[in-house]
């Protein structure tokens, strides 16, 4: 490894002494070779090459578009999902609109006002008024967007403590996700990584009242229509909780406890249901059916049929099986909650189970 960063700076310092001398014979008072200096024919070569790579980016968008449209996520599964769809619809919108003027009208006067041996340019030295508009109409936009991103951040952020929220922890470790429930008294015990010993893999302090009745899970389960305040916390390093079809991320930052909330309003089975994504599963399913024949072919098992969940996944690049760091959400009416919640053990039971 050593030895090829050596040779990496041996040839970028032989780069740059080269590029060195081409920048002093360049600035020669006196060119020694006319071959450096532009005729109208290279001129006219790079101006339609210009409008040449206009067409390009145009034509790249609209494939995109084109083959790509369709990969955007559901309609959101959260009550506070559909404030962050339209600062992003708005946003991009503008981007959009921007982008396509300012590198059309960018490429098109690089190409109408190339070098030419008869014309010359004229000394324009400044415009007041020109660079009042330039300036005043990016400042207001950005302003307006910024404004309206930081009242909407400032919203979904905002817990209000007599929505009484449902509490989950979410323990990020390289490369699993646990959740931990509060338990009767929706209040999680206080946890260190020191306390992390045999079963009480989360570190929960076994002296505080308070985490004797937490549960520990591997699947997440949310009652539709209650506000959920989750608490994220890392074990080793920096990991990112994203719950896509909510508009939720939060990163999970090892020594400190950060916190997202938000109340869904989709259950997994209505979500199943969405015209879109039954479109989606169908295309996946047949993706993979085509997979599974070359796999029979081969003597291997076929690929089982995908069924839509709702997931968290990791979204900081973590280390080496960080893609497959994730966990499934189910989003189920209040009863069906608590029934799964009761059959979850307590920590208290978990660790009396271990030392009998
Ligand atoms: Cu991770």
Not at 9 to 27: D, P
Not at 178 to 205: E, F, S
Request: a negative charge; hydrophobic letters at 45%.
């Amino acid at each position: 490894m050593t030895a090829f960063l050596v040779v990496i700076v041996i040839i970028l310092f032989g780069i740059s002494v080269w590029q060195m001398s081409r920048i002093f014979k360049l600035a020669q008072t006196k060119p020694t070779l006319n071959s450096e200096i532009a005729t109208d024919k290279d001129n006219n070569t790079h101006g339609y090459l210009m409008m040449g790579f206009l067409a390009f980016i145009y034509f790249l968008t609209i494939v995109s578009f084109w083959l790509w449209g369709d990969v955007l996520l559901p309609e959101s599964g959260s009550e506070h999902g559909s404030k962050i769809d339209t600062l992003m619809l708005i946003t991009m919108i503008l981007i959009f609109f921007v982008g396509i003027i300012t590198q059309g009208v960018l490429h098109y006067f690089a190409f109408i006002y190339r070098g030419n041996k008869v014309k010359r340019a004229t000394f324009y030295a400044d415009n007041d008024k020109l660079e009042f508009i330039w300036t005043i109409i990016p400042v207001i936009t950005l302003a307006g967007l910024i404004i309206y991103g930081l009242f909407t951040w400032t919203d979904i952020m905002n817990v209000d403590k007599d929505d009484d929220p449902l509490i989950v922890e979410l323990y990020a470790q390289q490369f699993n996700w646990k959740a931990r429930y509060g338990g009767n008294d929706n209040t999680l015990g206080d946890a260190n990584v020191r306390l992390i010993q045999g079963i009480n893999q989360l570190g929960v302090d076994p002296a505080d009242p308070n985490g004797q009745d937490d549960k520990i899970v591997t699947e997440l389960h949310l009652p539709v229509g209650r506000k959920v305040l989750f608490k994220m916390r890392s074990q080793d390093v920096l990991h990112s909780a994203y719950m896509p079809h909510f508009r939720a991320q939060m990163n999970c930052v090892p020594g400190m406890v950060t916190q997202f909330a938000f109340t869904p309003t989709v259950t997994s089975e209505e979500m199943r249901q969405n015209d879109y994504i039954v479109e989606k599963v169908a295309n996946i399913n047949n993706i993979r059916s085509e997979k599974s024949k070359a796999l029979t072919a081969a003597r291997e098992e076929a690929l089982e049929p995908y069924e839509f969940d709702y997931v968290l996944i990791c979204n900081k690049i973590c280390g080496i099986s960080h893609y497959n760091m994730q966990m499934k959400i189910i989003v189920e009416s209040e009863e069906d909650y608590k029934a799964w919640l009761a059959k979850q053990p307590s920590l208290a039971e978990q660790l009396s189970n271990e030392n009998k």
